[in-house]
């Protein structure tokens, strides 16, 4: 990709609701996008729990923010990140966002983010973010599931590489289900895969990585309900059996 083609890309890290230990794989799916140029994590750091996120500051270029608990028992640092989005919308020299939270404070934001036209991909706990926030988002990426992906590169031999297909449910089923049938089909009722992956994200903020897999494509070959045929072209066609 031409460097002057990249788009721009903002990080914003909610530093008392993530593990610091997901930074690496979430810069490697923000890199889809285009370049992080603004990485910010904020917290009040003089919490011993955000001790881990001194070396990751240095080592990734975060730009760490501190922010005072006002208040006993609440903090402050959602404020403080909204504030800064919007100023950063406001200023017009970001593309995209980033939002590495599981708080759903967050989903008027992201909300407001998107009515933009912007992109904004949400990196949190699945089980702990509200379907909400999830659904708010342009993706909502499990960091849970990428911290076990990274893992398993780590250790090829490893049978967690394996994903586990009781992950998918009959919603996502049935998301799947519907984008096929949205999208249009030939004589023998195959439909082209980018654009039922588009469908698919235009309806949900679904991405394949939350079920451990890298390819949309990558999914559909275990689906019993879909057929996969790759052609002659090198592009890949879904239709749907059952």
């Known amino acids: 990709m031409p460097e002057a083609s990249l788009k721009n890309i903002a990080l ?9 230990e ?34 990751i500051t240095n080592r990734f270029g975060i730009r ?13 640092t959602d404020m403080a990140m909204t504030i800064d989005a919007i100023d950063l919308l406001y200023q017009g020299k970001v593309d995209g966002f980033g939002i590495m939270s599981s708080d759903s404070d967050f989903t008027p934001l992201v909300t407001r983010l998107r009515q933009d036209g912007l992109i904004v991909y949400g990196f949190g706990k699945k089980e702990t973010a509200s379907d909400a926030f999830q659904s708010a988002c342009t993706r909502f990426i499990d960091i849970e599931a990428l911290l ?6 780590s250790d090829p031999d490893s049978a967690a590489q394996q994903p586990d297909k009781t992950k998918v449910d009959d919603e996502l089923i049935e998301l799947l289900g519907r984008a096929w049938k949205a999208a249009k089909r030939d004589e023998r009722g195959f439909a082209s895969l980018s654009e039922i992956g588009k ?28 057929k996969v045929e790759r052609r002659d072209n090198g592009h890949v066609y879904v239709r749907r059996l059952r």
């Open 64 to 76: 760490p923010h501190q922010q005072f608990d006002l208040v006993k028992g609440k903090n402050a």
């Open 199 to 226: 469908i698919a994200g235009n309806r949900s903020s679904f991405d394949v990585r939350n079920y451990g897999y890298k390819r949309l494509s990558d999914l559909f070959a275990v689906l019993d309900q879909f």
């Open 148 to 153: 076990r992906d990274a893992e398993d590169e």
């Open 12 to 20: 914003l890290i909610d530093a008392d609701n993530v593990k610091p």
């Open 22 to 55: 997901g930074i690496d794989p979430v810069l490697t799916v923000l890199a889809e996008l285009g370049q992080v140029n603004i990485r910010r994590a904020y917290g009040n750091w003089a919490k011993d729990a955000l001790r881990k996120w001194g070396d």
